[in-house]
């Protein structure tokens, strides 16, 4: 029998804003229900999280190469399914984050993943709201790729187990992982990467790594390493090498996962398609070590590693994650000079 996750219950009703393209202020971005206020908004980086790390005026580059704040990121949200949904999973989340590496491990996955999907839906629809903006100030039609609007559409779908009555069947849509890093008390380690949906996050005893619309596609082509690390207590540049792998494997991913809709009386199940459908090309493109040390190098800039000391050794980057035989490098014994 399939297993079932199975969300809080409520009448039934998807809501797609990708087919209508209203990304406006006057709908709540997750029900698509009219607000009362323009004003009736969220902040897409959590206030718990902002003030704990005095985000609030630091600069947030959008895609446009426009700047705004963290505080500035909003997202339209009725105030009902605020109270009702997000605010009870914020103060689960912030709850189990004050406490460390071990109350995040306890955490319902489902929870991290939905968490984490609000904040990177909020930055994308941000984007969009910037896209549009800058599109019509010059006369232009709003254009974005059918891949992104895919990928987009699906993690809005996934959202909705939050206020909906949606039952995932045998699958979960994302990879998640996480590990406990020795990091400094006030680190704030945070990556995104909207084209991938890709999402990590380093701070008190742990790092978190969330693909959010791969099926598990990732936790899978890595099972190896983590396999490895399972159980370990990092390095910060440890964790940052972790962090290059799944992203630059996020890029290599070349499926859209594809799901079927069904919704049953008051219950919309969701079953997801075989990733590797009709195509016998692999579910990843070939790594290519020097991409990826440009990758880590990016990964590493805290420590000053450059891309030729990465791949002096082309055909084996530098890592300090395994020894030259393949063993995990325990954490205590890495020193560096930079």
């Given at each position: 029998?399939k297993?079932?996750?199975?969300?809080a219950?409520?009448?039934?009703?998807?809501?797609?804003?990708?087919k209508?393209?209203?990304?406006?202020?006057?709908?709540?971005f997750?029900?698509?229900?009219?607000?009362?206020?323009p004003e009736?908004?969220i902040?897409?980086?959590?206030?718990?999280?902002?003030?704990?790390?005095?985000?609030?005026?630091?600069?947030?580059k959008?895609?446009?190469?426009s700047m705004?704040?963290?505080?500035?990121?909003?997202?339209?949200?009725?105030?009902?399914?605020?109270?009702?949904?997000?605010?009870?999973?914020?103060?689960?989340i912030?709850?189990?984050?004050?406490?460390?590496?071990?109350?995040?491990k306890?955490?319902?996955?489902?929870?991290?993943?939905?968490?984490?999907?609000?904040?990177?839906?909020?930055?994308?629809?941000n984007?969009?709201?910037a896209?549009?903006?800058?599109?019509?100030?010059?006369?232009?039609?709003?254009?974005?790729?059918?891949?992104?609007?895919?990928?987009?559409?699906?993690?809005?779908l996934?959202?909705?187990?939050?206020?909906?009555?949606?039952?995932?069947?045998?699958?979960?849509?994302?990879?998640?992982?996480?590990?406990?890093?020795?990091?400094?008390?006030?680190?704030?380690?945070?990556?995104?990467?909207?084209?991938?949906?890709?999402?990590?996050?380093?701070?008190?005893d742990?790092?978190?790594?969330?693909c959010?619309?791969?099926?598990?596609?990732?936790?899978?082509?890595h099972k190896?390493?983590?396999?490895?690390?399972?159980?370990?207590?990092?390095?910060?540049?440890q964790f940052?090498?972790?962090?290059?792998?799944?992203?630059?494997?996020?890029?290599?991913?070349?499926?859209?996962?594809?799901?079927?809709v069904?919704?049953?009386?008051?219950t919309?199940y969701i079953?997801?398609a075989?990733?590797?459908?009709?195509?016998?090309k692999?579910?990843?493109?070939?790594?290519?070590?020097?991409?990826?040390?440009?990758?880590?190098?990016?990964?590493?800039?805290?420590?000053g590693?450059?891309?030729?000391?990465?791949?002096?050794n082309?055909?084996?980057?530098?890592?300090?994650?395994?020894?030259?035989?393949?063993?995990?490098?325990?954490?205590?014994?890495?020193e560096?000079s930079?």
């Amino acid at each position: 029998m399939k297993n079932l996750l199975i969300f809080a219950a409520m009448p039934a009703q998807i809501y797609s804003p990708f087919k209508s393209f209203n990304f406006s202020n006057s709908k709540c971005f997750l029900t698509g229900d009219l607000l009362n206020s323009p004003e009736e908004r969220i902040q897409v980086f959590p206030q718990w999280l902002m003030s704990r790390y005095s985000l609030e005026d630091k600069p947030f580059k959008l895609l446009d190469e426009s700047m705004a704040t963290y505080k500035d990121l909003k997202l339209p949200c009725s105030a009902a399914l605020n109270e009702q949904y997000l605010e009870p999973l914020e103060a689960e989340i912030a709850a189990a984050f004050d406490t460390g590496y071990e109350a995040v491990k306890a955490l319902d996955d489902v929870k991290l993943f939905q968490w984490a999907g609000k904040m990177l839906y909020g930055i994308v629809f941000n984007e969009i709201q910037a896209g549009i903006r800058q599109q019509h100030a010059q006369g232009e039609q709003f254009n974005i790729s059918e891949s992104l609007i895919h990928k987009f559409s699906n993690l809005h779908l996934m959202l909705q187990c939050l206020n909906l009555p949606i039952q995932l069947d045998g699958f979960k849509p994302f990879s998640l992982v996480l590990f406990k890093v020795d990091n400094s008390e006030d680190i704030f380690g945070y990556r995104d990467e909207i084209n991938t949906l890709t999402f990590s996050l380093r701070i008190k005893d742990f790092g978190l790594i969330i693909c959010l619309q791969d099926n598990g596609a990732n936790g899978r082509y890595h099972k190896e390493v983590l396999d490895k690390v399972d159980g370990r207590t990092l390095h910060p540049i440890q964790f940052e090498e972790l962090n290059a792998k799944f992203f630059y494997s996020a890029y290599l991913f070349n499926r859209l996962p594809e799901y079927d809709v069904m919704p049953v009386g008051d219950t919309i199940y969701i079953e997801a398609a075989p990733l590797r459908g009709t195509s016998s090309k692999p579910l990843f493109d070939d790594w290519m070590n020097k991409i990826y040390g440009q990758v880590l190098e990016n990964f590493w800039k805290n420590w000053g590693y450059l891309l030729f000391e990465i791949i002096k050794n082309p055909e084996q980057p530098m890592s300090f994650l395994f020894d030259a035989n393949g063993n995990f490098v325990n954490a205590s014994s890495i020193e560096l000079s930079r």
